[in-house]
Structures are given as C-alpha cells and as structure tokens.
C-alpha cells in the first residue's frame, strides 16, 4: 500500500528565508500530488495541486516540484514569514477522488 | 473560494450519548463529502466517503453501525458517533469535493473536537 513520509521533526527557520519540506511516498506515482496548510484546531486549507507530468507548479511565495523518478515532491516558501509558520501536509491522490495524507511537517518562522 | 461549515466545534458528552456532527459546503454543490479522523500530532485518517443520495463507502476497520453516515443533498453531509465513549474522542473534520476525481482539491470544515467523559 501507498506510504508517504514528510519531515518528522519541526522545521526552524528564520524569517526570510526560504523553508524547504519533504515529502516521499513508496510505492505507485499518483497523478497529482497535493499541499496542504494546517493551523492548531483547524481544518486543512488546500494550497497547490501539481500533476504527475508537471515538474513544477508556483504560487506567489510558494513553489511544488514533482520528481516521480525520485517519488518525491519538494515544497518551498520563499521570503518566509512568522505567519506561514503551521503544519503543512502533502496528500496523494488514492481513487475515487480520496486523498492519503502524510503526517506534516510543523514549520516555525522565527522573527 | 469554496466555504465547508462544520457543526459544532465542539462537543463533550457523557459516555453512552450519540452525537451528531455536520458538514455543509456553503457555495458550491459537493458531489462528495469525506469524513477523516485526527489524533494528535497524527496526520487525517479516512473514515468514509460519502456521496450524495447513496450509501457511504468505509474504510477498513471503521464500524458503520458506529459512525453513521447520511449525505441528504449535495450541500449537506452528517456524521453521527452512536453511543460514543472515551475511545471515539477525537479531532473530527469533513472535506467537501465538486468531483470525485484526484484531479479537484479537497475543501476542509474546521473540525469538531469530541470528548467523551
């Protein structure tokens, strides 16, 4: 069955510059691959899709690449700030539309 | 952007109580709604699927005499825990979909905390 595993310990950084999160899965390439941010006592909040014949997807301050040769996505924030600072999770898509979550990674941006 | 309202956000009951659980996307027609489950520091567990005017599909392990699902319209989907205990404490949180491809993003409610005494 499909695994994925991001960054398991907190990422610490300092306010502008840029977090870089992991996620790597083990078995079938998905079609897409999905971000998602999550604050303490929130629901997830959907921020990127990228396809598996895409190399690379942005969005403002945000950056996905896709490597299915590596089974690895690549997520970036650049000029990051104190509010970006959440649990970001990566989904696969699985069929029939559902998703396989990681577990997150919890970034904090450091003034 | 696409709104999921979740009701309540919270709930504490006594042992034995059946607590219902909603989930209404605002402004747009979800073809189907997902109900996950949450632990702690522990990424969303899939519990079921749920699409509008049909049975809802569970996942392996997940008891659906236990969390009754109900998707009445396209805009509404309701989780029900039934006789809950201490062990069906958790993070509970819906996500809505206009297709039930890979291809659409999920839109998240805020969750409800359930605490069982």
């Known amino acids: 069955s499909q695994k994925i595993e991001q960054n398991s310990e907190a990422l610490n950084i300092q306010e502008g510059k840029t977090a870089t999160l992991t996620c790597n899965y083990t078995?079938?390439?998905?079609?897409?691959l999905q971000w998602y941010r999550q604050d303490p006592g929130r629901g997830p909040v959907f921020l990127l899709l990228?396809?598996?014949?895409?190399k690379e997807k942005r969005k403002e301050r945000l950056k996905v690449t896709f490597d299915t040769t590596l089974k690895q996505s690549l997520f970036h924030i650049t000029a990051s700030q104190p509010a970006d600072s959440a649990t970001y999770l990566c989904?696969?898509?699985?069929?029939?539309?559902?998703?396989?979550f990681g577990q997150g990674t919890e970034l904090s941006v450091k003034p | 952007g696409a709104v999921v309202s979740q009701h309540p956000s919270w709930v504490i009951c006594k042992s034995g109580t059946s607590v219902k659980i909603e989930c209404r996307s605002l402004d747009f027609q979800a073809t189907t709604m997902f109900w996950y489950r949450q632990f702690p520091k522990q990424s969303l567990m899939l519990m079921a699927t749920?699409?509008?005017?049909?049975?809802?599909?569970?996942e392996q392990g997940v008891e659906k005499d236990k969390f009754l699902i109900n998707h009445a319209s396209l805009t509404l989907s309701t989780l029900t825990v039934t006789s809950a205990h201490p062990e069906d404490s958790s993070f509970y949180i819906c996500?809505?979909?206009?297709?039930?491809?890979?291809?659409?993003?999920?839109?998240f409610g805020d969750g409800t905390r359930l605490s069982i005494l």
């Open positions: 749920s699409n509008e005017g049909s049975k809802a599909t569970y």
């Open positions: 989904a696969l898509d699985n069929q029939g539309g559902k998703l396989i």
């Open positions: 996500s809505a979909t206009r297709s039930d491809r890979g291809s659409q993003p999920q839109h």
């Open positions: 990228i396809r598996e014949n895409e």
């Open positions: 078995n079938y390439s998905p079609a897409y």
